[in-house]
């Protein structure tokens, strides 16, 4: 069992900057980040595995970064120039299935936080 902690989240405006952090009890080779608006679908906006490798879609690509510290057991997400479609409750992902490659369907993780809300104001 890999227990998730979300913190960083909050209310910034348009084109400013977010970095939020995930505590794991412990790290899984793959590992992500999600998004979920009302109404919406949850997302994934970035994923790493523990090469490094990284994932984006186009929505974040260029915006965000996900990076990890196996040493800490902890996985971030930094983003910058944020638009007010960012607007959701974030959560951190872990998988205890190995993927060769990166995964950000939310079918892929059985490990979640409680999540972070970000509000972007425009």
């Known amino acids: 069992q890999v227990q998730l902690v979300e913190s960083g989240g909050g209310s910034v405006q348009s084109g400013g900057s977010l970095r939020l952090s995930c505590a794991a009890s412990a790290t899984t080779y793959n590992m992500a980040w999600f998004r979920q608006a009302p109404g919406k679908e949850r997302e994934g906006v970035a994923a790493i595995n523990g090469g490094g490798r990284t994932s984006y879609p186009d929505s974040v690509k260029g915006r965000f970064t996900i990076s990890r510290d196996g040493a800490k057991n902890m996985l971030y997400l930094q983003m910058n120039s944020l638009k007010p479609e960012d607007t959701a409750m974030y959560y951190c992902?872990?998988?205890?299935?190995?993927?060769?490659?990166?995964?950000?369907?939310?079918?892929?993780?059985?490990?979640w936080g409680q999540g972070t809300q970000v509000s972007v104001s425009s």
């Open positions: 992902a872990a998988s205890s299935t190995y993927y060769s490659t990166n995964r950000l369907s939310a079918d892929s993780y059985n490990y």
